[in-house]
């Protein structure tokens, strides 16, 4: 399994992204898919999560600002951001388990900046 994630870029304070997040390849039935962010010296964090049924969870950190989905006939992920702050700046990485092997994307540069 592969994933491309794609959608990062610069925005200023209060803006808004869209990453999404697309897995190919040989592809049996993706259980939970979500995001975890690392900023600069750092450790990676968990940002959410949507299991297969449809459960999501976020860090408190993005309550209210950030919402994920997932079209599953595409195995593709989404992660609307909006209300973006600078302390949202970080490489984002999405990532699926499937029969409990994570895969993990390439990561894509959010920065939140005026």
């Known amino acids: 399994v592969q994933l491309q994630a794609s959608g990062g870029g610069l925005v200023q304070p209060g803006g808004s992204l869209r990453l999404s997040c697309a897995a190919s390849?040989?592809?049996?039935?993706?259980?939970?898919m979500g995001w975890f962010r690392q900023a600069p010296g750092q450790q990676r964090e968990l940002v959410t999560v949507?299991?297969?049924?449809?459960?999501?969870h976020y860090a408190d950190s993005v309550k209210g600002r950030f919402t994920i989905s997932r079209d599953n006939a595409k195995n593709t992920v989404y992660l609307q951001m909006n209300s973006l702050e600078p302390e949202d700046t970080a490489v984002y990485y999405c990532?699926?388990?499937?029969?409990?092997?994570?895969?993990w994307g390439q990561g894509t540069q959010v920065t939140v900046s005026s």
């Open positions: 990532y699926t388990d499937m029969a409990s092997v994570r895969t």
């Open positions: 949507i299991t297969s049924s449809g459960t999501i």
């Open positions: 390849g040989s592809i049996f039935s993706i259980d939970t």
